[in-house]
Nanobody, 116 residues
Framework: QVQLVESGGGLVQAGGSLRLTCVASGSIFSINVMSWYRQAPGKQRELVAAITSGGGTNYADSVKGRFTISRDNAKKTMYLQMSSLKPEDTAVYSC??????????WGQGTQVTVSS
């Protein structure tokens, strides 16, 4: 089992920045890919960014150049640095960890609200 706890969400003005943090515990040796997803009211959950255990990254087109995903394996922590935030970035952001056996684990989510 893997437990994930997110933090760092909040209210920010458009153009501002936030950094989300996801701390993992439990059977973290089984984790391959870690990702950030978001879900806005009335919309489907979407992948924001992903990072492999080797450091390879992937971003949604809507956040490329503005968001940066990173992970510190020693600290069992993943980050999402969000800059130039837009009102359309408003959503609940959730941390996901996928094991080598393709089991998905989720955090509880953290609210990000960007005001115009």
């Amino acid at each position: 089992q893997v437990q994930l706890v997110e933090s760092g969400g909040g209210l920010v003005q458009a153009g501002g920045s936030l950094r989300l943090t996801c701390v993992a515990s439990g059977s973290i040796f089984s984790i391959n890919v870690m990702s950030w997803y978001r879900q806005a009211p009335g919309k489907q959950r979407e992948l924001v960014a992903a990072i492999t255990s080797g450091g390879g990254t992937n971003y949604a087109d809507s956040v490329k150049g503005r968001f940066t995903i990173s992970r510190d394996n020693a600290k069992k922590t993943m980050y999402l640095q969000m800059s130039s935030l837009k009102p359309e970035d408003t959503a609940v952001y959730s941390c996901n960890a996928r094991s080598v056996m393709l089991t998905d684990y989720w955090g509880q989510g953290t609210q990000v609200t960007v005001s115009s």
